[in-house]
């Protein structure tokens, strides 16, 4: 082949491969492999001190005319690349000078749901108040969701809380009292328990009430516990959390595993007790004034029993309440449904 031939030969390839490079470092590459010290073009130049005397002329000028094509095209490429618009992309593309000073792209980072936080903060709470935190199950069995909390099979109660089963006779927790009798199971009293668990109800969902539900349980077994240690115990704990003047009413109930058992109410942040918000009826509180925030009482003796505590020996209390309720009322919301809406705009406020 003759070296003319061969020059056009590498100016096609040259020119081919120019057009393919797509940024910075792709036409440094191309620079190497044709302009650089062992590049095609610089091995062509050596070869005309090899050519007959008469072909030199001929060659030297075929090399300028090469030389001043690539050198033209790999100028226009250059400055293509750098016409190309600053966006952060073919910025890195251009090349692969990093700015560490330069300032970052907004994040905006994430935090705990405030369900999570409250948890975290009531368990402190009863912590210092010399409790040990417990976390139940979700899935549990018939035998510590309702027998061993003095629920036999065919206990009218348990209509109350025939939820969700699985295929294998397994329930979703109706309450975190699932967890008391493990708790009382061979332990020396005094036991101070706080058991924190997602519980699952059938009800029909309106603004205070959802299908699940974020319990937070106590329990305190003790020779000589009576009713006034629970109603204080809960007492100091709503006052740590709220950090506000809660008024607190007891009113009696019946759960089975409690005897007697009570209910504790606060009073509607929403409306602030009065049952109404703007002349209409509120409806958080539906109207009452008044929040039930949870189910109380001294531990059933058969409860005690079945899990080998002596009943005339020991006694204790219980209670379970609803979480989400009570970060309702420390923030005045007033729909429980926000909780589990994935509505950022809520989530953000926290
Ligand atoms: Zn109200």
């Known amino acids: 082949m003759t070296f003319t031939k061969t020059a056009t030969q590498i100016k096609k390839s040259a020119l081919n ?9 792709t036409l440094a590459f191309w620079r190497k492999e044709y302009l650089g010290k062992v590049g095609k073009f610089t091995k062509l130049t050596r070869q005309i001190a090899q050519l007959p005397a008469k072909e030199r002329a001929s060659a030297g000028k075929a090399v300028n005319e090469l030389k001043q094509a690539l050198a033209k095209a790999l100028q226009e490429r250059e400055k293509q690349f750098h ?30 749901h405030p369900i999570t936080q409250m948890r975290q903060y009531a368990e402190d709470i009863f912590v210092r108040m010399g409790f040990e935190v417990f976390e139940a199950r979700e899935v549990d069995d018939d035998y510590h969701n309702f027998e061993s909390l003095n629920m036999p099979p065919q206990h009218p109660a348990r209509d109350l809380w025939d939820t969700f089963w699985t295929e294998d006779e397994l329930v979703l927790i109706t309450h975190t009292s699932s967890m008391q009798h493990r708790i009382l199971l061979g332990q020396k009293p005094p036991i101070r328990a706080i058991i924190v668990g997602r519980c699952f109800r059938h009800e029909a969902t309106d603004a205070s009430h959802e299908h699940t539900l974020n319990q937070i349980e106590g329990l305190y077994v003790d020779k000589g516990i009576k009713l006034p240690d629970l109603i204080g115990t809960f007492k100091k704990f709503l006052d740590e959390f709220s950090q506000r003047d809660i008024k607190m009413k007891i009113q009696p109930s019946h759960f089975p595993f409690v005897e007697p058992g009570i209910e504790f109410l606060l009073d509607c942040a929403i409306c602030f007790g009065t049952g109404e918000v703007e002349g209409e009826r509120c409806s958080t509180c539906g109207g009452s004034g008044w929040l039930e925030l949870a189910g109380a009482g001294m531990v059933h003796p058969s409860v005690l029993a079945e899990a080998g505590l002596d009943p005339q020996k020991y006694s204790g209390f219980a209670w379970g309440f609803g979480l989400d309720r009570l ?12 909780f589990y809406s994935g509505d950022l705009r809520f989530i953000r406020q926290f």
């Open 17 to 25: 491969e120019l057009a393919k490079t797509r940024d910075i470092n």
């Open 83 to 112: 016409e190309l618009p600053p966006s952060p992309v073919s910025r890195s593309q251009l090349s692969t000078f990093f700015d560490l000073t330069a300032p970052g792209a907004d994040f905006q980072l994430g935090h705990l």
């Open 327 to 338: 970060v309702m009322v420390k923030y005045g919301i007033e729909n429980i449904r926000h």
